[in-house]
Each structure stands twice: as structure tokens, then as C-alpha cells.
């Protein structure tokens, strides 16, 4: 362990990353520097630059990160419509890749020896961090307490923190474990492993439950040009004020709760509760815009990469060629996709009011069910003859009778 001189600790100020601090100064004797990237988790991240010189890093660092991580990390899963096993929005397994990429910004900074990060042996995030590192800094070693040292637990953990004088903002009255950034919260662990337990209130920070949630709908309309929402009730916004403002809109009309027993890279199932308000709208929002602005074939074949694409940011392959190629893709369906949605937020429910498209390759005198001199409903046997012609040859070999 004496090769590992000085490691950056991709750090929340968390249970676990401030017990990692101090146990790779005791077990490998290095110098430590913390990082916390920001990515919307609030005050937590900006407490922890402190926190970490008094347990013991030789520098700390917080960055910056929010735009950035909703432009060039959001937008693109929000415009593939990535959504992992049809429920998951995928708020941690995005942020991880952009954590990761300012870890290595950071050590090659420092001319550090290694990295470090808090993610468990039985989890995604140890995968997503450190396939992010290897892509980006390949020779760099990776330290993952979670695999080498005695701790086994939460408690353990605790513990632990206990006795180096750590504060820590988990109890053993509240073991779950937390996750949040601008595109969710999340939550599991502890008294939510047990996928038939329901859960108290009290946990939620961005929603209220829908029994509590007004009793009159909440009205609103979001702009895109070309996949990117860029606009919210007909006023332009930046990318991080508008997910900030419309995860308040949401949440207050108790919209994007979602409880889940996912499949873990790993091949364990894991039970997570989520918050994501200004997700769930947006998703549901811009998939309305493209069934009007997309045509047929296009759009039906983006509905089957989709779930390939979710997979790919679930599993942390987000620095591959095929993910990048995926995207150039995606961005070319997206060159139309602009207009407007306008949507009724109702006691946890988003339903859908109206949406139009400069772009919009609906013409209602063909769609009208009224007289109209645009379709002649007599092509459509022809039509009909040819399209079914497999179909009335099967049947009529399958009898045995041949015309």
C-alpha cells in the first residue's frame, strides 16, 4: 500500500465517504484529497468542503457541476427517452459518469496516485465510477474500501465514525440510504429492503402525497427546440432553473413518486423509492412532442433502441463507442422536435392538454373523420389485399387448397 502517496476521494460528506477519508489515512498512509461535485444535492455539498479538512483531507474541493451535468448528461437520456425497466428515471446513474469525469479532472490536477470512491461491492455505482475512470485514465488505481476493508455494515459504519469523532447525518433510527441530485432522490436500504414494507412520510423532500396535494389542477406548458426543453409557462429558462422550478411545480402536486424492485447490474434485485418531479413531466412531456413531430418508421425505431440506451447508462458504459454512436442518432430524430406541451398536473397524475409543432406532421383534413378531399377511402382495399396477401396464401395452403 506504500506505492499510493496522495488519492482524490470523490466525496458527499456522507456516511460513507467520510468514514472512507479517514480510513485511507489510517490504511494507506496517504494524503487525501476530498472532492464534492455538485450536481443539485443541496445543502449537504456545500457543507462538506469544511467537513473534509476536519476529518482530515489535505484539500477540498467543491465544483460546480449543475449545468453541465443537465446538458450534457439529462438532456441527452431526456431526448433518448431513457428510462430504465420502464419505471427507473435514472437520476443516480447519470450523475455518477460526470462525478467520475471531474475525480479524474482533479487527479490528473494533483498528480494523484489514485482515486477513490464510497460505492458498495453490491451495487451499480462502483461499476459506473470505475468504468468512467478507466475510460478516461486508465492507468490510475482504484481504491474501493466497500471490497477491502473489515466494515460490513451501516452499522459497522457508524460505528466507526463514532469513535474517530465523525459527524454523520445517518442514525441507526434512520438507516436508509439516500441520493439526491436535481433529477431525483433516491432512496433504499435499511427499513425499505423489505420490498412488502411501505414507508413514512416524513422520508420525502421534493413531493407531497397526492391525497395532500391540491384539490384544483396545477396548468402547465414547457417548450423544446429540438428535443431540449428550453421554456416553462411560456417564459425562456436555463436548463438548471427550469428542472429546479418545475421539480417545485411538480412535487407541490404530488407528481414523479415511484417505488421499484430493479435488477442490479450485479444480478441482485434491490428495492429503491424515487423522487423526480420535474423528470417525470419532462419525459412525459417530450414524448407527446414526438409522436406529433416524428414520422412512423423513426419513431418506432427509437422505441427499440430506447431500452438499450436506458440499459447502457443503468450498466455506466456512458464513455463507449456505441452509447456516442446511439447519440448521434438520437440527435437526428431530435431536429424536429420543437413546439410546445401543455399539461394538467393533478394529485399525482400529468395528464396531457394540448401540444403543437412548427414541425408537426399531423394534417388534420387527412385525419378528419368528416368529408374530405385529401384520402379516398377506396385505395385502402387495394392497400388491404397486399398487405394480407401472406397471410390469405398461408391460409389457403394450410387448407390444402390451391387456386
Known amino acids: 500500500m506504500s506505492e499510493v502517496k496522495k488519492v482524490v476521494l470523490a466525496y458527499s460528506g456522507g456516511l460513507d465517504t467520510s468514514v472512507i477519508l479517514r480510513w485511507l489515512k489510517e490504511e494507506y498512509n496517504a494524503e487525501v484529497i476530498a472532492c464534492a461535485v455538485d450536481v443539485g444535492q443541496g445543502k449537504e455539498v456545500q457543507q462538506a468542503k469544511q467537513k473534509a479538512i476536519k476529518t482530515g483531507a489535505l484539500k477540498s474541493y467543491i465544483i460546480d457541476a449543475k449545468k453541465e451535468f443537465v446538458t450534457d448528461y439529462i438532456f441527452p437520456a431526456l431526448k433518448a427517452g431513457a428510462v430504465y425497466e420502464g419505471k427507473y428515471l435514472l437520476g443516480t446513474s447519470l450523475a455518477r459518469p460526470i462525478i467520475a469525469k471531474k475525480i479524474i479532472e482533479i487527479a490528473k490536477r494533483e498528480k494523484a496516485d489514485a482515486v477513490s470512491h464510497g460505492a458498495t461491492g453490491k451495487g451499480n455505482d462502483q461499476v459506473r465510477f470505475e468504468l468512467t475512470f478507466k475510460a478516461l485514465m486508465p492507468n490510475i488505481k482504484i481504491i474501493a474500501p466497500w471490497r477491502e476493508w473489515d466494515i460490513q455494515s451501516r452499522e459497522d459504519a457508524i460505528r466507526y465514525a463514532n469513535r474517530y469523532g465523525i459527524p454523520v447525518p445517518v442514525t441507526k433510527a434512520k438507516p436508509y440510504s439516500s441520493d439526491a441530485n436535481l433529477w431525483h432522490i433516491s432512496y433504499e436500504g435499511g427499513v425499505l429492503e423489505d420490498p412488502d414494507k411501505g414507508y413514512d412520510e416524513s422520508m420525502f423532500h421534493l413531493t407531497v402525497s397526492p391525497e395532500k396535494a391540491p384539490n384544483k389542477p396545477t396548468r402547465v406548458s414547457i417548450d423544446f427546440i429540438k428535443g431540449i426543453p428550453v421554456g416553462l409557462n411560456g417564459r425562456k429558462l436555463g436548463p438548471v432553473q427550469l428542472i429546479e422550478k418545475l421539480n417545485k411545480i411538480a412535487g407541490k402536486n404530488g407528481v414523479g ?66 452509447k456516442k454512436s446511439l447519440d448521434a442518432f438520437i440527435d437526428e430524430t431530435q431536429k424536429n422536435v420543437t413546439g410546445t406541451v401543455r399539461l394538467k398536473l393533478y394529485k399525482g397524475n400529468v395528464i396531457i392538454l394540448g401540444r403543437k409543432s412548427p414541425n408537426s406532421l399531423y394534417w388534420e383534413q387527412l385525419a378528419t373523420f368528416e368529408k374530405d378531399e385529401v384520402y379516398n377511402q377506396k385505395d385502402a382495399e387495394g392497400f388491404i389485399n397486399l398487405f394480407g396477401l401472406p397471410l390469405k396464401v398461408q391460409a389457403i395452403l394450410k387448407k390444402g387448397v390451391k387456386k
Request: aromatic share 10%.
Open 257 to 322: 413518486r415511484a417505488d421499484i424492485v430493479e435488477n442490479r447490474l450485479v444480478g441482485i434485485k434491490s428495492r429503491g423509492v424515487y423522487e423526480s418531479p420535474a423528470a417525470t413531466v419532462l419525459h412525459i412531456a417530450h414524448k407527446e412532442l414526438e409522436s406529433l413531430t416524428l414520422d412512423r418508421e423513426t419513431l418506432h425505431f427509437k422505441e427499440l433502441i430506447t431500452p438499450k440506451y436506458s440499459e447502457m447508462v443503468y450498466y455506466g458504459l456512458w464513455f463507449t463507442k456505441l
